[in-house]
């Protein structure tokens, strides 16, 4: 295990999209969560574009 914070990021998506007949279609909400480790607490939002959580 590597020294230091440990960041989870958690990545929420869906997609729409519209059928030969014009129908609207959007996808179930698919969610993943990661967790990256090391680096200094306090760098953890930063480092991660602003959406890490340190735990």
């Given at each position: 295990m590597?020294?230091?914070?440990?960041?989870?990021?958690?990545?929420?998506?869906?997609?729409?999209?519209?059928?030969?007949?014009?129908?609207?279609i959007?996808?179930?909400?698919?969610?993943?969560t990661?967790?990256?480790?090391?680096?200094?607490?306090d760098?953890?939002?930063?480092?991660?574009?602003?959406y890490?959580?340190?735990?």
């Amino acid at each position: 295990m590597f020294p230091g914070a440990r960041c989870e990021i958690t990545d929420t998506a869906h997609a729409t999209a519209t059928d030969p007949q014009g129908n609207r279609i959007t996808s179930n909400r698919a969610t993943a969560t990661i967790q990256v480790n090391g680096g200094k607490d306090d760098n953890c939002r930063k480092q991660h574009g602003g959406y890490g959580k340190t735990s």
